[in-house]
């Protein structure tokens, strides 16, 4: 019964513990349906905002250290927001009151569901399925410590997945260094094949420079159907959503890619010295949009 009563508030917006509360946001039942009244498909986001961390210096989640003057997880949610993407589920687990508080009074569009063990991005998917329930449409799958994503990207990635009818849509970018990177496998004929996990990867697919930035538009009954059949990875015996569009190719769904992300644009945060790196990409920009403007 605790357990039940627990779920419940979570997935109405209301974490246990003090304050502040995650609230549901006010997400109105108009958005949980396969399409909008003008009959455009829905579009939803989910922001996995549930790791630790671990290379970052103190407890705090890794997601709200600031970087250029905000908490990484607020510049990927504004982006998706610019985008016009609601509503947002916020997947949250280690210090879960930390993240919400980053959003307290300003998370109208949020959902916030609770990864209740690290068991990998694919369990932490399914940890908003009940979310959104009823949602049929497509849906986002964005990572919190990419503080980079461009609202540009979000619509290209969008336009070419419904555009191309595809079950999965990932965006790709070459990079110089890829170490650490998801690896893109194409086939012969340049198609999609597989992501390679760098851990996993063998000398020639580390040689590879072309990378999966974590940004991602599935249909969303298919990815929850594919994430429930999902296998943990043997050596660490995650459940991984980079194994997802793999297993779409395999039952014959179509899996697009999108190329030509800027290199600039991919670099995700794990350790002081990218914090430092990014830091000086968005100050830059920041810098450049004020000239503009």
Known sequence: VLVQAFQVRVLAGQLPGPAPTCGHGGVSDAHLNNTKADGERSLAAVILAAGRGT??????PKVVCEVAGRPMVRWVVEAVRRAGVK???????????????????????????????????????????????????????????GPLIRTSTIRRLV?????????????TARIDDPTGYGRILRDRGGRFHAIVEHTDASADERAICEVYPSYACFDTAMLFDEVARLKPDAGSNEYRITDVPASLRARGLRVELLNGIPPEDVLSINTPQQLREVQSILLTRMEQSHELG
Do not use: K, W
């Open 159 to 171: 336009e070419h997945h419904r555009r191309t009818g595809a079950a999965a849509t990932l965006a």
């Open 55 to 60: 290379r970052m210096p103190g407890d705090v």
């Open 87 to 145: 509503p947002i589920v916020l997947v949250v687990g280690h210090n879960a009151q930390e993240v919400c508080r980053v959003f307290r009074g300003d998370d109208g569009d949020i959902i916030y569901a609770r990864q209740e063990s690290q068991r990998g991005t694919a369990d932490a998917i399914a940890s908003a399925r009940s979310a959104l329930s009823g949602l049929g449409g497509d849906l986002l799958v964005l990572a919190a410590d």
